[in-house]
Structures are given as structure tokens and as C-alpha cells.
């Protein structure tokens, strides 16, 4: 706290010299006390800057890491590319070789002459007996 030494009724200033050294001697101890403390906080932050990393570091490690998802979005995006070649061509593959076989219907067809067949067979030894 501040405490001058001319008086706060705007009277004459002492001149005497006397308190105004006393209170400075007493301020620069409270300065001297200050800046141990604060000479004892710096050091300890300087002991732990070498652990931090500075704000060009982080910088760096932020491009580089941007351009390592970079280059993965564009491996990844040839490598779905591939795939999407490959799927079609066994699509297309597999969608040939099920037009040569016989549809379902087709079987249902079959299997009904053969039934019809066997019964008209059946038929036949029924009478012929």
C-alpha cells in the first residue's frame, strides 16, 4: 500500500529526507523478497521448457501428420478403387456363367415332364396288367 509522505492537506512538504529514505529502503526489501520468488518460479520453468514442445515444433508435427493422412486418404482411395475394379469383374464373371446355367423355371419344367412321364408310365403297366 502506498503511503506518501507529503501531507493530504496540501500544507508544506517536509524536506526532511529521513522518512522518504526509510520507507524506500523498505520497499526495495519487499522488492529484493519479490524477486527471489520470482527468480526461484523462472527457474523452475526454465528446468521444465526442455520437456515442451515449442509452438514451430507443434507446427511441424501438425504438417507433418496432415500429410501422412494425406497420403493414407489416397492410398486408401486407390485402394477401394482396386476393389471396386475387382468386384465388378467377378460380378460380371459370376452374372456369365449363371446365364449358361438353367433357370429355375426351367428346372420346374423338367422336373414336371419327368413327373408327367413317370405317371404316364405308371398309367401304362397299370392297364397293361
Not at 526442455?50 to 507443434?58: G, N, S, V
Not at 469383374?89 to 423355371?105: G, N, Q, R, V
Amino acid at each position: 500500500m502506498d503511503n506518501p509522505v507529503e501531507p493530504a492537506g496540501g500544507g508544506p512538504y517536509d524536506p526532511s529526507l529521513g522518512q522518504r529514505v526509510s520507507r524506500l529502503e523498505g520497499e526495495v526489501h519487499e522488492l529484493r523478497a519479490t524477486m527471489t520468488r520470482v527468480e526461484l518460479i523462472v527457474t523452475r520453468i526454465e528446468a521444465a521448457l526442455p520437456h515442451l514442445a515449442t509452438k514451430a515444433e507443434l507446427a511441424d508435427m501438425r504438417s507433418d501428420i496432415r500429410g501422412e493422412i494425406a497420403d493414407m486418404r489416397s492410398d486408401l482411395r486407390g485402394e477401394i478403387a482396386g476393389l471396386r475394379s475387382e468386384t465388378k469383374d467377378e460380378f460380371a464373371s459370376d452374372h456369365a456363367e449363371l446365364a449358361e446355367k438353367p433357370s429355375k423355371t426351367y428346372m420346374w419344367g423338367v422336373l414336371g415332364v419327368l413327373l408327367m412321364a413317370y405317371a404316364c408310365g405308371l398309367a401304362a403297366l397299370a392297364v397293361l396288367k
